[in-house]
């Protein structure tokens, strides 16, 4: 009987080891970062607060979820303004007043954050901090000052709100902010901040062009919008392809104490706003 000599064949009996598919793990990547570019450019995307101008809704380091296809698509819509500036909108809807949306600015690349006021067809001027749309004010009611807790994304600085810093009941150091509640024509009610008289109190009538909407900022002494000049405002009204979604709850606020430390996380996270809607509320009957 022949005997198979094996001796010397270099073979270890282990098997051979897989090799890595380079080229299909690339591929892979690509088409998880294809998806979630995507989605993030038609369906929803999260958004940062990085400035003061719509408190008190809004604090600097809320992370909020945008809506991407609530007034349909522009050249806006994906996460990267690659595409050229488009005019029209696919599947296109106006916001309604009240809405706090997502926009680019004409004359810029970067996001802004502020709430429609004026819709085509409007009319809309300011005069002493009040708004009047077609020639009739807006309702403004005073409320309570609001106490908001300091912290390093809330500092309460002396350039924004000079002489607000404060204590609560329990000795806690706190912004108090002078609070009004407006009420559009539509019911939609919400609170702004009004410091006392500003250079951009008194707007003269403005009639608001075919698809286009005027915006103002909740933080109304303290925010960059359609009131405002550009490139540091808006410079007027905006077309509604300028706008890229439309601002739906928040996610989660961190008060700005975050490390490289894991363990500073749970600790920076603010009590209380997870969850909470964007969409306003309305009045039981618009104001007259």
């Known amino acids: 009987m022949a005997i198979e000599n094996?001796?010397?064949?270099g073979s270890t009996g282990k098997p051979e080891k897989e090799k890595t598919d380079w080229i299909g793990e690339i591929k892979s990547i690509?088409?998880?970062?294809?998806?979630?570019?995507?989605?993030?450019?038609?369906?929803?995307?999260?958004?940062?607060?990085?400035?003061?101008?719509?408190?008190?809704?809004?604090?600097?380091?809320?992370?909020?979820i945008v809506s991407k296809y609530a007034y349909g698509w522009s050249w806006v819509s994906p996460t990267f303004h690659i595409l050229p500036r488009?005019?029209?909108?696919?599947?296109?809807?106006?916001?309604?007043?009240?809405?706090?949306?997502?926009?680019?600015?004409?004359e810029?690349?970067?996001?802004?954050?502020?709430?429609?006021?004026?819709?085509p067809g409007d009319t809309i001027e300011l005069r002493g901090g009040q708004i009047f749309l077609n020639g009739i004010g807006v309702r403004q009611d005073?409320?309570?000052?609001?106490?908001?807790?300091?912290?390093?994304?809330?500092?309460c600085g002396p350039n924004e709100f000079p002489g607000a810093r404060s204590e609560d009941a329990s000795g806690n150091p706190v912004c108090r902010l002078p609070i009004v509640r407006e009420t559009l024509p539509n019911g939609v009610s919400y609170d702004i901040i009004d410091l006392g008289p500003q250079y951009t109190d008194d707007v003269a009538p403005v009639e608001i062009p075919e698809h286009e909407v005027y915006l103002l900022g909740d933080n109304r002494d303290?925010?960059?919008d359609s009131r405002v000049a550009s490139p540091l405002g808006l410079g007027g009204t905006i077309p509604w392809e300028n706008i890229g979604g439309r601002a739906e709850f928040i996610t989660f606020s961190l008060d700005g104490t975050t490390t490289f430390n894991p363990l500073s996380w749970l600790g920076s996270f603010r009590g209380g706003r997870a969850g909470t809607s964007l969409r306003p509320g309305k009045a039981v009957a618009a104001a007259k």
């Open 6 to 9: 094996t001796a010397g064949s």
């Open 30 to 64: 690509g088409l998880l970062l294809l998806a979630v570019l995507t989605f993030h450019s038609l369906v929803a995307k999260p958004f940062y607060i990085p400035s003061v101008s719509m408190m008190p809704g809004l604090l600097v380091g809320d992370r909020l």
């Open 86 to 106: 488009l005019e029209g909108r696919l599947f296109g809807s106006l916001p309604e007043r009240g809405d706090v949306v997502i926009l680019t600015p004409k």
């Open 108 to 119: 810029q690349s970067s996001d802004y954050i502020k709430r429609v006021i004026g819709l």
């Open 142 to 155: 005073v409320q309570p000052d609001l106490l908001i807790p300091i912290d390093a994304n809330s500092p």
């Open 222 to 224: 303290l925010s960059a």
